[in-house]
């Protein structure tokens, strides 16, 4: 599956944003997908993973509360709400698919994943 990620820009803290990221190649409905950022001279870090179905997702402490993970299997997108960002929040952010059948492997791990797009800049100012 290709992954095309989009959205990002500059904002103001306390503003919002939405980033969306494009499948094609495969049944998407047949992956899991996750966010995760990468923020310069630090490790890719997790932010939020949704099942297959969209029924359960999952969150990074530090964006719980601030941050919607969402999909369209309709339209083979999935999406990142953000709101109420923060200078902290700055990154590029990257979304990763893997099959729904690996539901094991921790989601919370880059190496759980098999895809990945190639980003979207985040630049949050204070």
């Known amino acids: 599956v290709q992954l095309q990620a989009s959205g990002g820009g500059l904002v103001q803290a306390g503003d919002s944003l939405r980033l969306s990221c494009a499948a094609s190649g495969h049944t998407f409905s047949s992956y899991d997908m996750g966010w995760f950022r990468q923020a310069p001279g630090k490790e890719r870090e997790f932010v939020a993973h949704i099942r297959w179905n969209g029924f359960t997702t999952y969150y990074a402490d530090s964006v719980k509360g601030r941050f919607t993970i969402s999909r369209d299997n309709a339209k083979n997108a999935a999406y990142l709400q953000m709101n109420s960002v923060k200078p902290g929040d700055t990154a590029g952010y990257y979304c990763?698919?893997?099959?729904?059948?690996?539901?094991?492997?921790?989601?919370?791990?880059?190496?759980?994943?098999?895809?990945w797009g190639q980003g979207t800049q985040v630049t949050v100012s204070s």
């Open positions: 990763a698919a893997r099959s729904a059948s690996r539901y094991y492997i921790d989601y919370d791990r880059t190496q759980g994943y098999d895809y």
